[in-house]
């Protein structure tokens, strides 16, 4: 299904050396487009600065202290937490801090769970490790958890569960009402089996929310909770493959899982983090570089409030930079065909496990969306949505 999301991205390349890039809407990839100027700088600061067989040489697999203490600190700061360098693993990006996590917990024919619609990478990350994905169905009114399927579908072997906040596809945010529901429920199944139950948080999109919404911290509202986070949205930095994952001391057997995980983080062919990069990161937390989430929000507010004006129906994001929207046919593949007659390139919601959907990635230019409008209000009358 992920392959879908890079098959349109390359067809969007195709089409642009056709028609033009200015006359391609893709609208496919998430890829950041907001530059973080800081970043060059930091950079250069600790190229300068730092001791070259330092900067370069061998650390610890879990990754430079100096790093994994000064985001202790601002995790702290930022949310009432009490982590030290010891509950973090420096990672290569968010994905390499999931597998390590699955890898440290799970047996054959363990369950996650996850909520569709989800990033479907989660099931080739359940694979790795012979675990088996348990999919609670989307509420398509709200996209929040539906709680009574949840509850329903944990046994025994259910392992752990996947959230992803903000989400993606949708742009939901998971409040802390939420949190705390799910967290009742996992504590209730965990006295009932005699298990743990860990909830994973996957929080690439963590700064990228609107309008002062607010992104519960889950450590505070569930005991057996770790985060995997990744720089990639925050700091515009997807190539550079930078992240971490907390395991706070309330955790079951939270000694030996982190122990586990930095042993995973090895075996798994990353190793450590990549050491510049770690430096990178202390220098910006230390000089509260952040991207500038205001051109993410004026996207949004463009892209929703036109379409939303056009008849398409969407749920409008609280964060990340996305809008899933109902697909006019029951076929939503169908839809973007329609669509890339237009010259918009847009993913199917199958590839989330959610069919009848398209997601639209807007972190492209304010330009670019201004220019497609016309094509989908083409596409809208195609469809006889407009009012």
């Known amino acids: 299904n992920n392959s879908a999301i890079r098959a349109m991205f390359e067809e969007g390349k195709r089409m642009a050396a056709i028609y033009g890039k200015e006359n391609v809407y893709d609208f496919s990839l998430g890829n950041p487009n907001v530059p973080v100027p800081q970043v060059t700088e930091a950079i250069l600061d600790v190229v300068k600065n730092e001791d070259f067989m330092t900067l370069h040489g061998y650390m610890s697999n879990a990754g430079f202290e100096d ?24 990672t290569v990006g968010a994905a390499s801090g999931l597998n390590i996590i699955l890898k440290s917990i799970l047996n054959p024919g363990d369950e996650v769970i996850v909520f569709a619609p989800y990033f479907v990478e989660y099931n080739a990350y359940v694979r790795n490790y012979d675990g088996n994905v348990v999919i609670i169905s989307p509420d398509t009114e709200t996209f929040m958890p539906k709680l009574d399927e949840f509850e329903a579908k944990i046994t025994a072997r259910t392992k752990a569960v996947i959230i992803n906040n903000p989400n993606n596809p949708t742009g939901v945010v998971y409040d802390e009402a939420t949190i705390k529901a799910l967290a009742a429920i996992m504590e209730k199944k965990e006295k009932e089996f005699g298990t743990s139950i860990v909830l994973i948080s996957d929080e690439p999109y963590r700064e990228l929310a609107y309008g002062g919404v607010d992104v519960p911290f889950v450590t505070k509202f569930y005991h057996n909770a770790v985060v995997g986070y ?57 000089h509260e570089v952040t991207v500038d989430l ?13 379409l939303t004006e056009y008849g398409f129906t969407c749920a409008k994001p609280d964060g990340a930079f996305y809008l899933f929207v109902k697909s006019p046919v029951e076929n939503e593949k169908e839809f973007c065909e329609v669509a890339k007659k237009h010259h918009v390139l847009v993913v199917p919601g199958s590839s989330f496990a959610c069919p009848g959907y398209v997601r639209l990635a807007y972190c492209v230019s304010y330009e670019q969306i ?7 209000k083409k596409i809208a009358e195609e469809y006889g949505l407009c009012k």
């Open 67 to 90: 790093v994994r203490q000064t985001i202790a600190d601002s995790l702290n700061k930022r949310f009432g937490t009490n982590f030290s360098f010891k509950n973090l693993i420096m």
């Open 294 to 306: 205001e051109t993410y929000e004026k996207n949004r507010n463009l892209i929703y409030g036109a």
């Open 370 to 376: 201004e220019r497609s409008l016309p094509a989908f």
């Open 230 to 286: 990744s720089y990639s949205k925050s700091l515009s930095v997807p190539g550079e493959r930078i992240g971490y994952v907390v395991i706070p001391d309330e955790v079951d057997d939270s000694a030996a899982l982190i122990g586990a995980a930095t042993i995973a983080n090895r075996v798994i062919g990353c190793v450590n983090a990549p050491s510049l990069v770690q430096k990178v990161i202390k220098y910006c937390i230390e």
